[in-house]
């Protein structure tokens, strides 16, 4: 099968065969089913998004109703919906991966000597620019958030700004933890597990961010030879970042998004956090995507060769800002220690299998 067209962001779609997808046969379809399922409920049902993504096309809204009545196998259901093409990005041979996870932080819901770093919901008067719009002059028109003020729309306070007290005294802190480095690293992956003192386990899930850029500490500190890059993986940077507390506060600055938090109670436990589609992320197999590319719910089949070697289907159901490109993906691996670990090491190339709805 030799089709291709074009694809988003410049890249080309190459069809393929399912029988030509390495480890297609061996996964575990039903896992992925799954995730597609809540995909599938989360759009028919209206679900708030959390960061709008491009509106689905009909084909995969078909699919979406399709999965929530089928009867027959889970890899039967995406073979008979779905044709399977490979991204080939217009800049480099193939595509690339990075993990993410969602940490477990220990910390307080009020005021405590041990954990002086407050947390912050949204402030009320932070506004999300929708997806493909620009913000209103005076506001640079690349920000993605605006706050309005008496005297009309002005940029967000960075987190300069805010770790200056541009928020302070108004009530927004609804967490407190021990140090900037666990609250930067919480604000990256977008969602935390809070241990209290007391042992009660709070999620702190993502409620907005101020818009201003993303830029990635990891690549600065390689940059600046303060670690080389095989080293630059989560464990290496915290331990630098701590050690190191004044180019610490310095670096971590020179990323000026920030990321504002509620606290949700109706989660279970054994769920993942909300992404950025409005439901649960399922461990192992939900993936961040370039939301200005795909829509949410779009299947990928994934091979990589990481410590763990991947060959399986993820469904988009999440973003990130440094998620950019149309063979570039984030991979949730998890909650808690274990799951930052594999997270951390993970900046691979990989090859990436769009599955593309069309034949319901």
Not at 202 to 214: D, E, F, S, T
């Amino acid at each position: 099968m030799s089709e291709t067209r074009p694809g988003p962001g410049g890249a080309t779609l190459r069809a393929l065969d399912f029988k030509a997808l390495p480890g297609w046969e061996a996964d575990d379809h039903a896992l992925a089913f799954t995730a597609f399922c809540r995909s599938a409920h989360s759009n028919l049902k209206a679900t708030t998004v959390l960061r709008q993504g491009l509106t689905p096309d009909l084909d995969l809204v078909a699919a979406f109703e399709k999965a929530l009545t089928w009867t027959g196998t889970p890899r039967d259901f995406f073979e008979r919906y779905f044709q399977p093409f490979e991204i080939i990005p217009a800049d480099q041979p193939n595509g690339f991966v990075t993990g993410y996870y969602e940490p477990e932080l220990k910390g307080s819901l009020v005021p405590h000597p041990d954990y002086p770093v407050p947390v912050l919901a949204r402030p009320p008067e932070l506004v999300t620019v929708p997806q493909g719009q620009t913000p209103p002059p005076p506001v640079d028109s690349s920000l993605q958030s605006y706050i309005e003020t008496p005297s009309g729309p002005q940029p967000a306070p960075t987190r300069a700004d805010i770790e200056d007290g541009a928020y302070a005294g108004r009530g927004l802190e609804i967490a407190w933890l021990r140090d900037r480095v666990d609250l930067f690293f919480m604000h990256v992956q977008g969602s935390a597990r809070l241990i209290t003192p007391e042992g009660r386990v709070v999620r702190l899930v993502y409620a907005g961010r101020n818009g201003h850029p993303y830029t990635s500490i990891g690549k600065v500190i390689v940059a600046e030879g303060h670690l080389p890059l095989e080293q630059a993986s989560l464990g290496p940077l915290k331990a630098w970042l701590r050690a190191h507390p004044a180019e610490a506060r310095r670096i971590m600055r020179l990323n000026q998004s920030s990321i504002f938090f509620s606290v949700d109670d109706t989660l279970d436990p054994l769920d993942g956090p909300i992404g950025a589609a409005g439901h649960p992320l399922v461990t192992d197999r939900s993936i961040a995507i370039d939301r200005t590319l795909w829509p949410y719910g779009l299947p990928f089949f994934i091979s990589a060769a990481l410590d763990e070697p991947v060959k399986r289907l993820f469904i988009a159901q999440d973003t990130g800002s440094a998620i950019v490109g149309p063979a570039r993906a984030d991979l949730f691996f998890g909650s808690g220690e274990a799951a930052g670990l594999r997270a951390g090491a993970v900046r691979h190339r990989a090859r990436m299998i769009v599955l593309w709805p069309g034949t319901v």
